[in-house]
């Protein structure tokens, strides 16, 4: 098992830019990848961007060129920088690791961004 903590969520207006953070702890040696997923009220919760330990990246077209999600592997920390943020940008924010062998995903408790003038 890895526990996700997630931070840096919050208001912010549009146009503007806000940092996540994820910290693992616990079997980190055993993901495998690490992303972020988002759910707006009322809607299915929806990939933002995955990275794997190899570096590898992938992001929704949604967020392309405005979102970008890196890692610190000393650190067991990933993180999105968010740029260019919109209103429908607004959701919670949840951190997920993709766990060796078997490919179990663990999840953090989510943060809230809200993106509103």
């Known amino acids: 098992q890895v526990q996700l903590v997630e931070s840096g969520g919050g208001l912010v207006q549009p146009g503007g830019s806000l940092r996540l953070s994820c910290a693992a702890s616990?079997?980190?040696?055993?993901?495998?990848?690490m992303g972020w997923y988002r759910q707006a009220p009322g809607k299915q919760r929806d990939l933002v961007a995955t990275?794997?330990?190899?570096?590898?990246?992938n992001y929704a077209d949604s967020v392309k060129g405005r979102f970008t999600i890196s890692r610190d592997n000393v650190k067991s920390t990933v993180y999105l920088q968010m740029n260019s943020l919109k209103p429908e940008d607004t959701a919670v924010y949840y951190c997920?690791?993709?766990?060796?062998?078997?490919?179990?995903?663990?999840w953090g408790k989510g943060t809230l961004v809200t993106v509103s003038s």
């Open positions: 990275i794997t330990n190899g570096g590898s990246t």
């Open positions: 997920n690791a993709v766990l060796t062998p078997g490919g179990m995903q663990n």
């Open positions: 616990g079997h980190i040696f055993s993901i495998r990848a």
